[in-house]
């Protein structure tokens, strides 16, 4: 085993507490130390299954990457008939299976042409029944956190399962992974929500991505607080746009902390709660107005 003087950016080290996974979090330690993954189980006493989920976390979190080649999608797809769905319920166990288990899990009788998208899935896209089941599994969680009663269509399944594929997420290992810094994610956007005062609704699409971007470039949750209580008093209210352009200038700056922001306050007094907005800012308060 290779020891090294590790120096991890500030960055990973929060990506890596938020996801909880002590094991990605050991495996990072050790692959940053210039050890290979192949002895990594070995060296660090963990088993097969364990290596594998903790190189997916890691994958997923875009902190590691290995020499698997990126998923394509070569040519259109293909279109199914009822003739090939057929021939797969009478020939292929497998299919017959997971047909029926597809089903136990919406609750309800596929028909024909839900079968044909069921059936890209495995042919096209090379999914096995395991990752299909996690993956309708995910979309029914996903469908109830947004307050929806009503299990996902096939069709809002089958835009998730191409995103998977695009993704790479081909093992049962990867869907965990994948499933679990999603969960983190939802969890981080529940607190967000929460120090920006919305309730009784969801994230509008824009809103989401506004706060996503927010949560990848690292910020902490005082951070946010923070730049919530400048955009309120500055603007006399929540301006998401004024408020992603604090936070681009702080992520530039490397602040990350609400603690790194005011002693960076401190340091150049002209920089705090009571400035003069710049240019970027008062343009964003004009779009708002505009856009009202």
Known sequence: MIFEALSM????????????SPDAALLYIY???????????EDLRLNESRISCAAAVLRQLGLWTDEKPARVLAGERPSYSERD??????????FRALYGEIQRQLGRSLNTEELKILLGFVRYLGMSPEVISILVSFCRDRARQKGSSRNPSLRTIEKEAYAWAERGIDSVEEAAAYIQTQNVRHSRLGRLMQILQIRGRNL????????????????????????????????????????????QRWHASGLHTAEAVKNSDQKNPGSGKQRQLDEDEIAAIQRMMQEA
């Open 85 to 94: 769905v057929l021939e797969a319920m009478d020939g292929d166990n497998d």
């Open 31 to 41: 692959l940053k130390s210039e050890n290979s993954l192949e002895q990594a189980g």
């Open 9 to 20: 950016p500030a960055a990973d080290v929060r990506r890596l507490l938020s996801a909880a």
């Open 204 to 247: 509008t699409a824009a809103e989401e991505r506004y706060a996503s971007s927010w949560l990848d470039m690292g910020f902490e949750e005082s951070a946010i607080l923070e730049a919530y209580e400048r955009t309120c008093l500055n603007t006399g209210g929540m301006n998401w746009a004024y408020m992603n352009k604090i936070l």
